[in-house]
Protein backbone atom coordinates (compact mmCIF):
# COMPACT_ATOMS: atom_id res chain seq x y z
CA UNK A 1 0.00 0.00 0.00
CA UNK A 2 3.23 2.37 0.50
CA UNK A 3 3.79 1.63 -2.67
CA UNK A 4 0.61 2.94 -3.97
CA UNK A 5 0.50 5.97 -2.13
CA UNK A 6 3.72 6.82 -3.55
CA UNK A 7 2.96 6.31 -6.87
CA UNK A 8 -0.28 8.52 -6.48
CA UNK A 9 1.72 10.93 -5.24
CA UNK A 10 4.18 10.95 -8.30
CA UNK A 11 1.40 11.64 -10.12
CA UNK A 12 -0.03 14.49 -8.36
CA UNK A 13 2.90 16.53 -8.59
CA UNK A 14 3.40 15.39 -12.35
CA UNK A 15 -0.58 16.73 -12.41
CA UNK A 16 0.67 19.89 -11.10
CA UNK A 17 4.10 20.54 -12.29
CA UNK A 18 4.22 24.05 -13.72
CA UNK A 19 0.44 25.24 -13.18
CA UNK A 20 -0.97 28.06 -11.58
CA UNK A 21 -3.61 27.61 -9.13
CA UNK A 22 -6.18 29.98 -12.08
CA UNK A 23 -5.16 27.09 -14.04
CA UNK A 24 -6.30 24.20 -11.57
CA UNK A 25 -9.33 26.11 -10.78
CA UNK A 26 -10.25 25.99 -14.41
CA UNK A 27 -9.03 22.77 -15.14
CA UNK A 28 -11.87 20.56 -14.36
CA UNK A 29 -10.26 17.73 -15.72
CA UNK A 30 -6.52 18.53 -13.59
CA UNK A 31 -9.13 18.57 -10.41
CA UNK A 32 -10.32 15.25 -11.40
CA UNK A 33 -7.53 13.42 -11.75
CA UNK A 34 -5.92 14.54 -8.49
CA UNK A 35 -8.87 14.18 -6.59
CA UNK A 36 -9.01 10.53 -7.84
CA UNK A 37 -5.52 10.27 -6.76
CA UNK A 38 -6.28 11.63 -3.13
CA UNK A 39 -9.36 9.35 -2.89
CA UNK A 40 -6.59 6.35 -3.97
CA UNK A 41 -4.24 7.16 -0.88
CA UNK A 42 -6.95 7.64 1.26
CA UNK A 43 -7.89 4.00 0.30
CA UNK A 44 -4.66 2.56 0.73
CA UNK A 45 -3.93 4.38 3.89
CA UNK A 46 -7.29 1.93 5.23
CA UNK A 47 -4.73 -0.83 4.37
CA UNK A 48 -2.22 0.01 6.26
CA UNK A 49 -1.73 -2.08 8.98
CA UNK A 50 -2.17 -0.60 12.61
CA UNK A 51 1.28 -1.60 13.97
CA UNK A 52 2.86 0.65 11.26
CA UNK A 53 0.17 3.82 11.94
CA UNK A 54 1.15 3.57 15.60
CA UNK A 55 5.07 3.36 15.20
CA UNK A 56 4.28 6.42 12.90
CA UNK A 57 2.26 8.67 14.84
CA UNK A 58 3.52 11.94 12.93
CA UNK A 59 1.58 10.97 9.58
CA UNK A 60 -1.97 11.52 10.07
CA UNK A 61 -3.69 8.56 8.90
CA UNK A 62 -7.04 9.52 10.24
CA UNK A 63 -7.25 12.85 8.48
CA UNK A 64 -5.61 11.54 4.90
CA UNK A 65 -8.59 8.75 5.22
CA UNK A 66 -11.06 11.24 5.74
CA UNK A 67 -10.37 13.67 3.13
CA UNK A 68 -10.83 10.38 0.96
CA UNK A 69 -14.18 9.61 2.57
CA UNK A 70 -14.96 13.54 1.96
CA UNK A 71 -14.04 13.08 -1.73
CA UNK A 72 -15.80 10.44 -2.29
CA UNK A 73 -19.15 11.07 -0.56
CA UNK A 74 -19.65 14.45 -1.00
CA UNK A 75 -18.62 15.00 -4.93
CA UNK A 76 -20.07 18.23 -5.62
CA UNK A 77 -19.57 19.83 -2.18
CA UNK A 78 -15.45 19.20 -2.87
CA UNK A 79 -13.56 22.81 -1.25
CA UNK A 80 -11.43 23.13 -4.35
CA UNK A 81 -9.29 25.35 -2.75
CA UNK A 82 -8.18 22.82 -0.22
CA UNK A 83 -7.60 20.22 -3.01
CA UNK A 84 -5.50 22.88 -4.36
CA UNK A 85 -3.57 22.79 -0.77
CA UNK A 86 -3.22 19.44 -0.16
CA UNK A 87 -1.85 19.38 -4.05
CA UNK A 88 0.57 21.77 -3.69
CA UNK A 89 1.93 21.67 -0.31
CA UNK A 90 0.67 18.61 2.24
CA UNK A 91 1.50 16.26 -0.34
CA UNK A 92 5.14 16.90 -0.43
CA UNK A 93 5.25 16.68 3.70
CA UNK A 94 3.32 13.19 3.04
CA UNK A 95 6.38 12.23 0.73
CA UNK A 96 8.89 12.47 2.69
CA UNK A 97 7.02 10.77 5.75
CA UNK A 98 5.89 7.89 3.33
CA UNK A 99 9.14 7.41 1.58
CA UNK A 100 11.08 7.05 5.44
CA UNK A 101 8.22 4.19 5.73
CA UNK A 102 9.61 2.56 2.61
CA UNK A 103 12.64 2.93 4.18
CA UNK A 104 11.98 0.92 6.98
CA UNK A 105 9.94 -1.43 5.60
CA UNK A 106 12.95 -2.38 3.31
CA UNK A 107 14.83 -3.17 6.14
CA UNK A 108 13.17 -5.46 7.97
CA UNK A 109 13.16 -7.56 5.05
Known sequence: ???????CIKRIEEYTEG??????????????????????????VKNIPGDIKDKY???????????RDILIHEYFGIDIELTWEVA????????????????DLKEKR
Open 88 to 103: KEEIFELKKKILSVKE
Open 57 to 67: PDIPWKQIAGM
Open 19 to 44: ITKDVFFNSTQIQDAIIRRIEIIGEA
Open 1 to 7: FVEHILE
